[in-house]
């Protein structure tokens, strides 16, 4: 039975029926980045130069292997997913080359999702433009569009690549090499600044650089936006398939910078603190691509003083390789941003990025609100029933609200992550420490508040889209590293330990994550369940040493065990109302007191329904019901409730003893 096509109603999904939805979802999957055949897999060497005959059909799994992964996803409760795929799997081959294998697979995996009562919006993913610049994402043609030979990224130190940087015959994690979760720096390198800029906004800092007759911004947006319409045309009469994603943490380039400016330290310019890595400016950036040594400033974590402190200076670009291509010219160089003069880059417009005529450029307002009409407008031409769910820059965020502009029927699709976990892969735990900023957090009640704050504000932004009416705030990603502590439980998996005391500290983080999801009432999608998972740091999800997916083959020791594979459960599978026939008023769940309680204004017949997994119950529960009456559906994991009249309704749950 197909599920019931979902719309938006203020801060609600909402079906035809007028059920309110809480969906509850997981990223699918970590390895979809990389290519299937060959496989491409970032502990895997590759010089990228098989770009265009590589192959995605079997990311995120082979269809033979779907009915094991989408059953585990049903009975861990899951709802909804956020299904990843990449502008390069489907244009790999070229400019509107369409991989058609590939897109018969995707259409039948989110067919295949509906059997499972799995809804999908579809994720078109990159991080740091693509695999040539130390993310995924983009095709490989796409630098040669614009002029820049990827082959020279390395030498040139325009990008920092793990295929490039990383020992393969050594293995294992080399923080000396390829230090823990330095992907992202990749945005501020000059490679990546290049092709966002271009992207975003070729059009305004270059207007004449063309590409086949098109500006540059014209062209890279046409095909990626023809990729997405690729997609759609296969799962356009699909009513589980909900939407389509914008694009995965957008990177902004040098939209806004000032051309001199280094950013190693809270200023005027920007009061955030400075992160670890090298502190480009815009001109540093140029230069190096120009194939100018350039002397950085390298910024590192000081443990002491619990704040980001310049390390030393790092001399970039030493062998003076340039990373266009020697028919190509820099195009911001044409249009008056810099020059060339005496063996260095002069600045000609300090604000040749900053600001136009008095008016300062800004990003969300001048190009991302175009891009998002951009994408609405095309992917609603296919099938008009379609959500838009809508990402900002994650360095700004959605701190802000969303421009003024942004489509109707957009869903709040921020992202959030503890950062200090995230980046050092550890849970400091009971006092939670940010060695950025030197604050502490004292026992689990600050920790969750914290949380709820943080998400809070993101929830907050919603209230900006549609008008003023508000809208969902489905939180696209979030999640925490399964090595956390060099790898602590995985060590004593391999041991032989397998009771929850390994996982513990992966439980609790997780819980206190769902705890402030659940005050807020909010929707998510976890990051992520990746299917190749492996217990092995130099591999994980396969992508740049991430480690975060909820599954491993190397933990599915029985195969009659449908949980068997999983990690931390008792921080995910939780009891939640997936559905309901009147406004949502509270949940609550307190996994160590085995009592879940959900409150709602009913209307109508008041119907509900609610996940109950045996999990978090083994032994059963009392129930308790208040104006409304329950039916038990066991081997759904399920109640179902029904209002019986008198005001709010209620169900408590209290897990027995054994």
């Keep these: 039975m197909a599920l019931p096509r979902l719309s938006i109603e203020g801060e609600w999904f909402r079906d035809a029926e007028g059920r309110r939805h809480i969906l509850r979802g997981v990223n699918l999957g970590g390895d979809c980045k990389m290519p299937y055949a060959p496989d491409q897999r970032t502990h895997i060497p590759t010089d990228f130069s098989d770009h265009r005959t590589v192959s995605f059909v079997g990311r995120p799994f082979p269809l033979s292997e779907a009915e094991e992964h989408f059953s585990r996803l049903k009975a861990w409760g899951f709802n909804c997913l956020r299904l990843l795929t990449t502008w390069e799997a489907v244009e790999h081959e070229g400019p509107g080359k369409y991989d058609e294998a590939y897109l018969d697979y995707f259409a039948t995996l989110c067919r295949m999702a509906d059997d499972y009562g799995l809804y999908v919006f579809v994720d078109f993913h990159q991080d740091v433009w693509?695999?040539?610049t130390g993310g995924d994402g983009a095709p490989g043609w796409t630098f040669e569009a614009v002029g820049l030979d990827f082959s020279k990224f390395h030498a040139a130190g325009a990008a920092h690549v793990m295929q490039h940087k990383?020992?393969?015959a050594r293995g294992g994690r080399?923080?000396?090499?390829?230090p823990t979760m330095t992907w992202s720096s990749n945005y501020r390198y000059p490679a990546n600044a290049i092709m966002w800029t271009l992207f975003f906004a070729g059009s305004t800092f270059c207007p004449d650089f063309e590409i086949d007759g098109q500006s540059a911004q014209e062209y890279l947006q046409g095909h990626y936006i023809g990729a997405m319409e690729a997609v759609a045309a296969r799962v356009r009469d699909l009513p589980n398939v909900i939407g389509f994603?914008?694009?995965n943490e957008p990177g902004s380039g040098w939209v806004g910078q000032l051309m001199s400016y280094r950013h190693t330290g809270p200023s005027q310019q920007n009061p955030a603190p400075a992160r670890p890595g090298l502190a480009w400016s815009v001109i540093d950036g140029l230069a190096v691509a120009r194939g100018l040594p350039r002397m950085i400033p390298e910024m590192g974590v000081d443990w002491e003083q619990r704040k980001t402190v310049k390390k030393a200076d790092q001399r970039v670009n030493p062998d003076g390789v340039s990373i266009w291509r020697p028919d190509a010219l820099c195009p911001f160089e044409a249009a008056g941003a810099y020059r060339l003069q005496g063996g260095e880059a002069a600045v000609l417009n300090e604000n040749f990025f900053a600001a136009h005529h008095g008016r300062d450029w800004n990003m969300d307002r001048d190009f991302m609100g175009p891009f998002f009409a951009r994408v609405a407008k095309a992917m609603r031409a296919i099938?008009?029933?379609?959500?838009?769910?809508a990402e900002l820059d994650p360095a700004g965020g959605a701190k802000h609200g969303f421009p003024e502009d942004t489509p109707d029927r957009t869903v709040n699709a921020s992202h959030w992550y503890d950062v200090v976990t995230l980046s050092t892969k550890t849970f400091n735990y009971p006092v939670w420490v940010n060695p950025f900023t030197g604050r502490e957090l004292d026992g689990p009640e600050e920790i969750e508040s914290a949380y709820t704050r943080q998400l809070g504000r993101l929830k907050k932004a919603s209230e900006t889209l549609n008008g003023g009416t508000g809208a969902p705030f489905l939180l696209g990603e979030f999640g925490i590293p399964y090595d956390l502590d060099e790898a602590a439980a995985y060590k004593a998996w391999e041991a032989g330990d397998r009771t929850d005391a390994p996982w513990e500290k992966h439980v609790t983080a997780l819980d206190l994550m769902y705890n402030a999801i659940d005050t807020l009432l909010i929707n998510s999608t976890q990051w992520n369940y990746t299917a190749s998972n492996r217990n092995d740091?130099?591999?994980g999800d396969g992508w740049n040493q991430e480690d975060l997916s909820i599954y491993s083959v190397d933990q599915r020791v029985d195969e009659s065990d449908i949980n068997s594979g999983g990690r931390a459960l008792k921080g995910f599978v939780r009891p939640y109302a997936r559905s309901v026939e009147g406004r949502p008023l509270k949940t609550e769940f307190r996994r160590h007191k085995g009592r879940f309680r959900?409150?709602?204004?009913?209307?109508g017949e008041g119907r509900a329904e609610v996940f109950v997994p045996k999990l978090q119950f083994p032994n059963g529960y009392d129930i308790e019901t208040e104006a409304c009456e329950a039916e038990i559906d066991e081997a759904a994991q399920l109640v179902r409730l029904r209002a019986t009249g008198g005001g709010h309704a209620a169900l408590t749950?209290?897990?027995?003893?054994?």
């Design 130 to 132: 693509s695999r040539m």
């Design 166 to 168: 990383y020992d393969f």
């Design 174 to 178: 080399q923080e000396e090499n390829y």
């Design 245 to 247: 994603d914008t694009l």
């Design 383 to 389: 099938n008009n029933d379609w959500l838009l769910f």
């Design 537 to 539: 740091q130099a591999i």
């Design 598 to 603: 959900f409150v709602y204004d009913p209307e």
């Design 653 to 658: 749950l209290r897990s027995k003893a054994s």
